[in-house]
T-cell receptor
Framework: KAGVTQTPRYLIKTRGQQVTLSCSPI?????VSWYQQTPGQGLQFLFE???????NKGNFPGRFSGRQFSNSRSEMNVSTLELGDSALYLC?????????????FGPGTRLTVT | GQQLNQSPQSMFIQEGEDVSMNCTSS?????WLWYKQDPGEGPVLLIA?????ELTSNGRLTAQFGITRKDSFLNISASIPSDVGIYFC???????????????FGKGTKLSVIP
């Protein structure tokens, strides 16, 4: 079956703009979690959605938000972009919340803020 | 916040050797996860651990949930070239209130295998 897909794969934005990233989970998976990966901070957990509800949230400012639709697809939005938001944004899907055994990551969206 | 210290940061080993890496913290975790990431790809979940003292294997990989719940170890036996990559540990901490659990990652161990 198809894996986790993320769109777009690459994105260049200007400081102050906003951006929306999309994640389509594996069919049947109802949990989607988002992560930011940078060389300096490494991997950091952003938030997790299950059945359209945000279940868990990391320590990121309110500029980072997300949502999940009834088909389990999820979007992540970053408003008022800052240079430090340049990163690889990863999403992962799983059957159950809280990072069950069957968790699969997408290839990520590489965001560059100039 | 919760922090994980993962070591070593990098290691070079000969093919066929065994590898050990670990993550430690001053905080208690309820779940430990180990991932491998290849260049240009998302991480792959290798092993999930849910109970203190638990020892779980996945092929040549073995991971343990430390008895104090503050550490975890990953061992790779008889390494092969495809083991090259970055290995991350992650710990799920206790309920932090406001309806949220936290997942904290180590900085990674970069493994190089010399044929």
């Amino acid at each position: 079956k198809a894996g986790v897909t993320q769109t777009p794969r690459y994105l260049i934005k200007t400081r102050g703009q906003q951006v929306t990233l999309s994640c389509s989970p594996i069919s049947g998976h109802r949990s989607v979690s988002w992560y930011q990966q940078t060389p300096g901070q490494g991997l950091q957990f952003l938030f997790e959605y299950f059945s359209e509800t945000q279940r868990n949230k990391g320590n990121f400012p309110g500029r980072f938000s997300g949502r999940q639709f009834s088909n389990s697809r999820s979007e992540m939005n970053v408003s008022t972009l800052e240079l430090g938001d340049s990163a690889l944004y990863l999403c992962a899907s799983s059957l159950v919340p809280l990072w069950g055994d069957e968790q699969y990551f997408g290839p990520g969206t590489r965001l560059t803020v100039t | 916040g919760q922090q994980l210290n993962q070591s070593p940061q990098s290691m070079f080993i000969q093919e066929g050797e065994d590898v050990s890496m670990n993550c430690t913290s001053s905080s208690i975790f309820n779940t430990w996860l180990w991932y491998k990431q290849d260049p240009g790809e998302g991480p792959v979940l290798l092993i999930a651990l849910y109970k203190a003292g638990e020892l779980t294997s996945n092929g040549r990989l073995t991971a343990q949930f430390g008895i104090t719940r503050k550490d975890s170890f990953l061992n790779i036996s008889a390494s092969i070239p495809s083991d090259v990559g970055i290995y991350f540990c992650a710990g799920q901490g206790s309920y932090s209130g406001a309806g949220s659990y936290q997942l904290t990652f180590g900085k990674g161990t970069k493994l190089s295998v010399i044929p």
